[in-house]
Every structure is written in C-alpha cells, then in structure tokens.
C-alpha cells in the first residue's frame, strides 16, 4: 500500500481554511461592532438620563432659590417696615409730644422752667433711642463698620454679636493685611461669615466651640469658620431641591468676585472655608 499527497488537495484545503477564517474574523468583527454600538448607545442613554436627572435638580433647585430671593426680599421689606413703624416711628413721635409738652410748660406760668427742662431732657433720651435704632436699622442692611472700621472690626463685633445671641464660644483670629481689599470684597466676605454662623446656630449639633480666621497671602483671603459639631452629609445637601440654600448662596456670592468655596464635615466637625482672589492680583 503507499500513500501520496496532492498539492491541488492541499492547496482546496488551505482554501478552505482561509475562507473559514475569513468568515470568523468578519463574524467576529460583527459582534465587536454590534457590542460596540450597543455600549455607546447604552452610554448615550445613560449620559442622557443623568443630564435630564441633574437638570431637573438644577431647576428645582433654581426654582426654590428663586422663590427663597423673592421671600427674603418680601421678608427684609416687613422686617424694615414693622422697624421703622413700630420702633423708629413711635420713638419720633414720644419726642415730638415731650417737645410740645416742654414748649407748654415754658409758657406755663405755675410750671416753671424746670418741669419744661424734664420734658426736654426726656425728649433728648428718646432722640438718643431713635438714633440707636437708626444706627441698629442700617448695621443690617450694610455694616457701617466696614466703612469706618474695616474688615477685622466688622468680623470681631460679628463674632461678639453671635456669642452673645447663641451662647457658643468664639475664637477669631486676623492674619494678614487687608488694605488691598474692595468694598465689594469686603462685603462678601461679611455676608458668608453672616451666612455661615447663622448656619452653625440654626443647624449644627452638638456645638461647643466656633473658631474663626481670616488671613491674607500674597495670592488669597481666606476666610476660615469652623465648629466642632456633629457634621453634616455634603452631598445630601446639594443634592436636595429644597436644602443648601444657603450655601448656595455663599457660593454665587463668591463666584461674583472669582472666588471660591470649599466645604469639609464629618463627625468631628464642619470646616467653610471662602476665598477670593488678593486685591493686588485682581
């Protein structure tokens, strides 16, 4: 018996074989490019359905921010009107009646002009009680601190002020020179530390210390407010349409002056630390 190879046999057989692997390498290639297709459009959907779900985050939280600025506004307008009615007003008024009364007594002839200088002393307490609400009215609405004082007396009669009104400690602490910082900046900077106490006495738990720093670089201010409560969710926060209005606040407020805001709370305590950009380097 003998055997023989045929090189037409082998050449049908190598042809076969490569048209075997052609038609896995293009069946694979398929699969490849079908997964690849299905991949990106599940990530499309994905991707679309986060955009949807952020933007209407967005917009809840844009709608409730909204409606919070109309509120305040409405809000600050009572507050100055209830201020001005029935604090300011009434007080002009007891000072008029003690001035009439006074002028009646000086022509008076069994009163005497002692009895008209009681009325007018009376009328100059009252007057000095009318120009300490004025002065009360309009430290709310802009601090004539910053203007007289500066930043670094406006923060330490801030910080005296909350001590007094939430019973909590603070440490304040000013590093640095201001000089080079506008109004506009000092406002900010204000407003935040306004925004984060109120937050440490509405919401924070379990306080027993507040320290605040401000200090100034060559590059930033930073103002640093931190208390050693029980913390917060971060996330929950800014992820709840109807929470962290303040903060988002503070944020916009700092943007406008391309400054920044950063926040860091766990169970030990929540640091708020603003900066904006030096003056000199503006």
């Known amino acids: 018996m003998g055997t023989g190879i045929y090189l037409d046999d082998v050449d049908n057989a190598l042809n076969k074989i490569d ?15 079908g997964i690849a297709i299905i991949s990106a459009l599940l990530i499309a959907l994905s991707g679309l359905a986060l955009n949807i779900t952020e933007s209407r985050l967005a917009e809840a939280k844009l709608k409730v921010l909204a409606q919070s600025v109309v509120s305040s506004q409405e809000d600050e307008r009572a507050r100055l009107s209830r201020d001005l009615h029935d604090g300011l007003s009434q007080l002009l008024v007891s000072v008029k009646l003690q001035i009439e009364s006074g002028q009646v007594k000086l022509h008076q002839a069994g009163a005497g002009p002692e009895a008209a200088k009681l009325s007018f002393a009376r009328a100059t307490d009252q007057l000095n009680e009318a120009l300490s609400e004025v002065r009360r009215i309009s430290h709310n609405l802009r601090p004539a601190l910053l203007d007289d004082l500066g930043l670094v007396a406006a923060f330490e009669h801030l910080c005296d002020e909350f001590e007094h009104a939430s019973g909590l400690p603070v440490s304040f602490h000013a590093s640095g020179d201001f000089h080079a910082l506008d ?5 900010v900077l204000f407003r935040v530390a306004q925004e ?3 937050n440490i006495h509405k919401h924070a738990q379990q306080v027993s210390q507040v320290n605040v720093h401000l200090l100034s670089d060559a590059e930033n201010i930073n103002l640093i407010i931190s208390d050693d409560g029980r913390g917060f969710d971060i996330k929950g926060v800014a992820n709840h349409p109807h929470r962290g209005i303040g903060l988002s606040n503070m944020r916009e407020r700092l943007a406008a002056i391309n400054g920044n805001l950063q926040l860091q709370s766990d169970t030990s305590g929540t640091t708020v630390t603003a900066s904006i950009p030096n003056g000199d380097n503006q």
């Open 19 to 33: 048209v075997q692997v052609a038609k896995n390498i293009q069946s694979t290639m398929s699969w490849i490019a």
């Open 183 to 187: 109004e506009i900046g000092n406002t």
């Open 196 to 198: 984060a106490l109120t």
